[in-house]
T-cell receptor, first 111, second 114 residues
Framework: DAEITQSPRHKITETGRQVTLACHQT?????MFWYRQDLGHGLRLIHY???????NKGEVSDGYSVSRSNTEDLPLTLESAASSQTSVYFC??????????FGEGSRLTVL | AQKVTQAQTEISVVEKEDVTLDCVYE???????LFWYKQPPSGELVFLIR??????QNEISGRYSWNFQKSTSSFNFTITASQVVDSAVYFC???????????FGSGTQLTVLP
C-alpha cells in the first residue's frame, strides 16, 4: 500500500542547532506540503511543492526551508532552531482529487 | 485571502447525543473545495469528506452528515448518536480552485462522555 512516512517521530534539540525532518511518500504525488500544528492555531502551512525543483513559502515559512530533488521526498530544515519552533510537524501529499494524505507527525522540542 | 473559522474550541456531549460542529469559510473564488478531517487522540489526521462548491447537496455517511450552505458560507458537520470513539479534534479546511494547499480552521475538540 502507498504511504507517507516521517522521521524522526520525536526529536529534542537545542536552540541554534540545525534540524531536518524527513518526509517520504510512495503515492507518486506531485504535491507535497509541510504543516505545523499548535494549540489554538490548527494546522498552518510552512512550505509546499508542486513538483521536483519547485518549492513555495507558506503562511509561516520564516526559519524553515525545503528542497525537492525527487518526487518522493520533501525534507524540512530548521536552519537554527528556536523555542518558538517547538511543535508537531505534519507532512502531507495530495493527488489530483485534492485531499491531503498525512504522515503520522513529528514532534519537535527545542530547548 | 481564504479563511476558515471554527468558533467552537471545545464541545462536550454525553454518549448518544447528537452534536454539530460549525465551520464558516471565506473565499473570493467561485470554485473551491471544502474538507473535514478527524484527529483522534493517537494523533493521525484522517480524511472524512471533500465537497466542491458546485454541489450543495447534503451528504450522509452512517452517523455522519454534512450540511453545505453557500448562502451562509458554512459547511457544518453533524454526528448523530455520538459514541466515545468519536472523541477527537475535528478540522474543517478550504482549498481554492487555483491553489493546491488547504487552509485549515483551528479545530474543535469533541469529547464524548460515556
Amino acid at each position: 500500500d502507498a504511504e507517507i512516512t516521517q522521521s524522526p517521530r520525536h526529536k529534542i534539540t537545542e536552540t541554534g542547532r540545525q534540524v531536518t525532518l524527513a518526509c517520504h511518500q510512495t503515492w507518486n504525488h506531485n504535491n507535497m506540503f509541510w504543516y505545523r500544528q499548535d494549540l489554538g492555531h490548527g494546522l498552518r502551512l510552512i512550505h509546499y511543492s508542486y513538483g521536483v525543483q519547485d518549492t513555495n513559502k507558506g503562511e509561516v515559512s520564516d526559519g524553515y526551508s525545503v528542497s525537492r530533488s525527487n518526487t518522493e521526498d520533501l525534507p524540512l530544515t530548521l536552519e537554527s532552531a528556536a523555542s518558538s519552533q517547538t511543535s508537531v510537524y505534519f507532512c502531507a501529499s495530495a493527488g489530483e482529487t485534492g485531499e491531503l494524505f498525512f504522515g503520522e507527525g513529528s514532534r519537535l522540542t527545542v530547548l | 485571502a481564504q479563511k476558515v473559522t471554527q468558533a467552537q474550541t471545545e464541545i462536550s456531549v454525553v454518549e448518544k447525543e447528537d452534536v454539530t460542529l460549525d465551520c464558516v469559510y471565506e473565499t473570493r473564488d467561485t470554485t473551491y473545495y471544502l474538507f473535514w478531517y478527524k484527529q483522534p487522540p493517537s494523533g493521525e489526521l484522517v480524511f472524512l469528506i471533500r465537497r466542491n462548491s458546485f454541489d450543495e447537496q447534503n451528504e450522509i455517511s452512517g452517523r455522519y452528515s454534512w450540511n453545505f450552505q453557500k448562502s451562509t458560507s458554512s459547511f457544518n458537520f453533524t454526528i448523530t448518536a455520538s459514541q466515545v470513539v468519536d472523541s477527537a479534534v475535528y478540522f474543517c479546511a478550504l482549498r481554492e480552485w487555483s491553489a493546491r494547499q488547504l487552509t485549515f480552521g483551528s479545530g474543535t475538540q469533541l469529547t464524548v462522555l460515556p
